[in-house]
């Protein structure tokens, strides 16, 4: 026997109008346009003009649903097929995005039986009188069928056959076939969703760099493309994971944090977007900061079916973030503690002393003669001998010492664990630095030196006022006698 082929865009195109077969190979030749060629919108166009001409009906036509609430509906008429102009309706105001009352007698059945994904067919002439019935006369429509086109279990809109010559009873086995159409619609609006999300992601991508990843609460998987997981330029595929090589992945002091907001999130929110702000290991072992959004799917028990998501490349905002903090403590010129981050970290240091029955000495000190270094050779000059102070002092420091500027020229130095004899003595050694290191502007030289106040907490000095007054009055006692020298308080002033 010979083997014959055909085109499936003339398959069935010699079936007779209104037929079952004539029906089915419309939606057939249709079905290969919606899902590998013309797609959305032209090929819904393309079905509804052939679902016409198989049926024989005046108008096949789609109602997107906007909204449903308990008192009314918005709907937009999107999608038209009239087998003569003066069926048209498509582009008519009545029809742009309007508004019904769902409280009219038999309507609000109908849009709960469309929410529940059922067909409806309906003969004008056997309606009772109501709004429905003189609705559908003013449109000058004999009979429909309407068959809701569900999205993710959801009513996303309405496939209508309208007839104005015929009173048709449709049959059990047309409204089954019909029923593939709204299915292949469905289809449809889902691969536009998909290609939406693609292009999204495609432009987020251009802004910066981003993976999608998926959580699935079934498999306990986790899948995820592999821009922000891959260190290595070259192309991979996509990445899964268990839940527990996933959290092996996220730096050790965020995967708690991560997971105690992922669970209020869950059981608590339940809604909104989840966002968090992580570290994540590399397949090849590098770090990089990430933020974590999505939102959760769940059934219709409300138990949670999947978590998904993108990924976001942060390292860029951290490190701003960083800046900023440091910013906020860190005085802009020397590099070294602000006042404010001085004054907490003293409590902190002076808390710490009494619980470990230690020592704690503070020195204060300021250039000599600084506003006459300013006044005669300029601002510049004397920033150039702050920071050079500041970079002799931080040569002499310990690990756990904190060098602070207060305010102009004068300075603060913390030192933890230490006698009022031992910071006597830094306090010299800085002294003599200061005085036999000079530093040079513009070709010229100048020297500086310093004047230094020592305190204690020993007696009555618990608190960091107590201690700044003290260390300040005898910061004042070292200028008094002459200036770069060093003077000790003990007891706090009167």
């Not at 306990?220 to 260190?231: D, F, G, K, V, Y």
């Not at 004397?382 to 690990?399: F, V």
């Not at 630095?433 to 030289?445: A, C, L, N, Q, R």
């Not at 106040?453 to 002459?482: C, F, W």
């Amino acid at each position: 026997m010979a083997i014959q082929t055909g085109n499936f865009d003339n398959l069935g195109n010699s079936y007779e109008e209104g037929s079952n077969a004539a029906v089915l190979s419309a939606i057939a030749r249709s079905a290969e346009e919606l899902t590998a060629g013309k797609g959305w919108p032209d090929g819904v166009n393309d079905l509804l003009k052939a679902l016409g001409r198989a049926t024989g009906v005046s108008r096949v036509w789609i109602f997107q649903t906007i909204e449903v609430t308990d008192t009314h509906i918005t709907q937009n008429y999107t999608f038209e097929w009239a087998s003569s102009p003066r069926y048209k309706q498509l582009g008519m105001p009545m029809f742009s995005m309007f508004t019904n009352k769902i409280e009219r007698e038999g309507y609000r059945e109908t849009i709960q039986s469309r929410l529940r994904g059922e067909w409806q067919k309906i003969v004008t002439d056997k309606l009772k009188p109501g709004w429905l019935r003189d609705n559908l006369e003013v449109q000058k429509i004999k009979s429909m069928l309407t068959i809701p086109v569900m999205v993710e279990d959801q009513w996303w809109g309405t496939l209508g056959f309208d007839d104005c010559s015929r009173a048709y009873d449709w049959s059990d086995v047309e409204i089954a076939l019909l029923k593939t159409a709204g299915y292949l619609i469905s289809n449809a609006v889902l691969r536009d969703r998909l290609s939406a999300k693609r292009r999204q992601f495609s432009i987020l991508k251009q802004l910066t760099d981003s993976s999608v990843w998926e959580f699935d609460f079934k498999t306990w998987q986790i899948w995820c493309s592999p821009e922000l997981l891959h260190s290595v330029p070259v192309p991979t595929d996509n990445m899964r994971f268990s839940l527990h090589k996933a959290l092996r992945m996220i730096h050790p002091e965020d995967r708690l944090p991560m997971l105690k907001a992922a669970r209020k999130y869950m059981t608590i929110e339940k809604e909104g977007v989840f966002r968090f702000d992580l570290r994540l290991f590399t397949d090849c072992g590098d770090m990089r900061w990430v933020e974590l959004i999505g939102n959760m799917r769940s059934s219709e028990n409300g138990n949670p079916e999947q978590l998904a998501g993108i990924l976001i490349d942060i390292r860029k905002r951290k490190r701003e973030e960083q800046r900023l903090r440091e910013e906020a403590v860190t005085d802009p010129l020397t590099g070294v503690t602000n006042r404010r981050l001085f004054e907490h970290r003293l409590q902190e240091f002076i808390d710490y002393s009494f619980s470990a029955r230690k020592t704690l000495s503070l020195l204060f000190f300021d250039i000599d003669y600084f506003k006459e270094l300013n006044d005669t050779f300029g601002h510049p000059v004397g920033d150039k001998g702050l920071c050079h102070l500041t970079e002799i002092c931080e040569a002499q420091l310990r690990s756990n010492d904190l060098l602070a500027r207060i305010g102009g020229d004068e300075f603060a130095l913390i030192l933890p664990d230490t006698t009022q004899k031992t910071a006597a003595a830094i306090g010299e050694r800085m002294l003599r630095k200061v005085e036999s290191t000079p530093f040079e502007y513009d070709g010229i030289e100048h020297r500086l030196t310093i004047s230094i106040g020592v305190a204690a907490n020993v007696g009555d000095l618990t608190s960091p006022s107590r201690m700044i007054e003290t260390a300040d009055a005898a910061l004042y006692e070292a200028k008094q006698h002459g200036r770069n020298r060093l003077a000790v308080f003990t007891e706090c002033p009167l």
